[in-house]
Nanobody
Framework: QVQLVESGGGLVQAGGSLRLSCAAS????????MGWFRQAPGKEREFVAA????????YYADSVKGRFTISRDNAKNTVYLQMNSLKPEDTAVYYC???????????????WGQGTQVTVSS
């Protein structure tokens, strides 16, 4: 089993950067694909980025491609989401998730963190 805790959210000006962290507990963290999702008020949770456990392949939503970077540090049992050139439309609660393979679909993940708020002001 895996427990996930997100951190690093906050308030940032448009054009700025934030790095989200997701700390995981579990002896086989490196065998889980990790994903980031976000959810704004009144909207469904949407895919942001994912990274595989096998070869480190990364996947991004079109809306964040070129601005966000997902990475993982298996030694620290942590996955990161580096967010650059932030826009007001990036405002949402961001969740990390763990699953057996990377997926753009929320139901493809077995474990979820509680989320961290990201607010981007204009």
């Amino acid at each position: 089993q895996v427990q996930l805790v997100e951190s690093g959210g906050g308030l940032v000006q448009a054009g700025g950067s934030l790095r989200l962290s997701c700390a995981a507990s579990g002896r086989t963290f490196s065998r889980y694909a990790m994903g980031w999702f976000r959810q704004a008020p009144g909207k469904e949770r949407e895919f942001v980025a994912a990274i595989s456990w096998s070869d480190g392949s990364t996947y991004y939503a079109d809306s964040v491609k070129g601005r966000f970077t997902i990475s993982r540090d298996n030694a620290k049992n942590t996955v990161y989401l580096q967010m650059n050139s932030l826009k007001p439309e990036d405002t949402a609660v961001y969740y990390c998730a763990a699953g057996r393979s990377p997926s753009r679909l929320a139901f493809g993940y077995d474990y979820w963190g509680q989320g961290t708020q990201v607010t981007v002001s204009s």
